[in-house]
């Protein structure tokens, strides 16, 4: 998720204008959604929602980030 979150933030700052010297995170997430711990992460809304909730406030908190 933090991958995503990553790429999005990317995106918001120059509109996508960086995020082609940014495809190690395309790779990464790629390997992830072929693994079952992530696949069954993605089954899981409660444990979803609380993933964005920490990654929101990490990024408020140390990073001056919006949510």
Known sequence: MEKLFALKEIYEKD???TL??????YYDIYKLLETKEVQALL????AINSIIKDINLIGKEHFSLEE
């Open 15 to 17: 509109n996508g204008k």
């Open 20 to 25: 082609v010297a940014k495809t190690r995170h």
């Open 43 to 46: 089954k899981n809304q409660n």
